[in-house]
């Protein structure tokens, strides 16, 4: 049902992200999806090895 209202109505529900609630029912849900396993080392790469923890290290810095 909600699939077919989202479909009909996909310029209102997309304003609201329902877009992504309905790619997201379209998984597992768990967190050993090949997707989710390589979009999680994507976010630690980016956030640590390229990220602030790069910065910190490069100007000799802590917090």
Not at 33 to 53: F, W
């Amino acid at each position: 049902m909600r699939h077919a209202y989202n479909a009909q109505h996909f310029e209102q529900a997309l304003r609201y992200g329902q877009v992504t609630l309905m790619a997201s029912e379209e998984t597992s849900g768990t967190l050993t999806e090949l997707g989710y396993l390589e979009d999680r080392l994507s976010d630690l790469r980016l956030s640590r090895t390229e990220g602030i923890d790069a910065v910190l290290a490069e100007h000799r810095l802590d917090a």
